[in-house]
């Protein structure tokens, strides 16, 4: 997927620069990397028609299932952590919709997906290859544990909640240098998480508090 290749329209371009800045992304080569993906990637095909008008907002909305998906600052917040970039293989754990795959897609990167919800997972693949992201890989699963066949990836996005990380999650990051984002914690409170592979050990860093959909 190269980037020059998609249409990007003036209202999604703006919505990205905006969405990007509200991250707060600091590295510039990142930041300009995640404009042009989150502008060729229109948030609108991911949701139900109903909420179409509302796509554009930096909110999360409902799509099925008990899912939704996540408010886009912080999307892009959790791919500026993990500086993505072209070439990257990247391991997303509960992909919902599919749009922070599609995102990630875009950006060069070789994505591998993992969503519990089968159905869900059977939606969100007909859509991205109406969309051409067809060498997104999904399959249906616990993400809980990774991929494994595919391992080791360069970065790890868990866009659920666990109360916990598995260890063999951990270790499916390239060491050193991967790096995993991660929710940790139940409706009670959750915080976002960045883990970075450094060969000796996998420091875990405690972000800021955060709202996702907790975990199967």
């Known amino acids: 997927m190269v980037l020059s290749?998609?249409?990007?329209?003036?209202?999604?371009?703006?919505?990205?620069?905006?969405?990007?800045?509200?991250?707060?992304?600091?590295?510039?080569?990142?930041?300009?990397?995640?404009?042009?993906?989150?502008?060729?990637?229109?948030?609108?095909?991911?949701?139900?028609?109903?909420?179409?008008?509302?796509?554009?907002?930096?909110?999360?909305?409902?799509?099925?299932?008990?899912?939704?998906?996540?408010?886009?600052?912080?999307v892009a917040r959790m791919l500026g952590l993990i500086g993505l970039r072209p070439g990257m293989r990247v391991l997303e754990v509960g992909c919902g919709s599919g749009y922070c795959s599609?995102?990630?897609?875009?950006?060069?990167?070789?994505?591998?997906?993992?969503?519990?919800?089968?159905?869900?997972?059977?939606?969100?693949?007909?859509?991205l290859d109406s969309m051409n992201f067809q060498k997104i890989l999904i399959r249906r699963g616990d993400g809980r544990r990774g991929w494994?066949?595919?391992?080791?990836?360069?970065?790890?996005?868990?866009?659920?909640?666990?109360?916990?990380?598995e260890p063999e999650l951990v270790s499916q990051l390239v060491n050193p240098g991967g790096r995993m984002v991660a929710p940790v914690g139940d409706n009670k409170g959750q915080i976002l998480t960045l883990w970075e592979a450094k060969g000796g050990g996998v420091p875990l860093y405690q972000l800021e508090p955060c709202n996702f959909v907790e975990g199967q």
């Open 148 to 165: 494994s066949e595919h391992a080791p990836y360069d970065a790890i996005v868990v866009s659920a909640a666990f109360t916990k990380i």
């Open 102 to 127: 599609a995102i990630m897609a875009a950006a060069g990167a070789q994505v591998f997906a993992v969503e519990y919800v089968g159905l869900l997972a059977q939606r969100t693949r007909k859509l």
């Open 5 to 74: 290749k998609r249409h990007v329209s003036h209202a999604w371009l703006r919505f990205a620069e905006n969405i990007v800045e509200q991250a707060g992304v600091i590295d510039d080569e990142t930041a300009a990397t995640l404009v042009r993906a989150f502008a060729s990637v229109p948030r609108d095909k991911f949701v139900a028609s109903a909420f179409n008008l509302r796509a554009a907002e930096d909110i999360a909305l409902p799509i099925g299932y008990g899912q939704t998906i996540s408010k886009p600052s912080t």
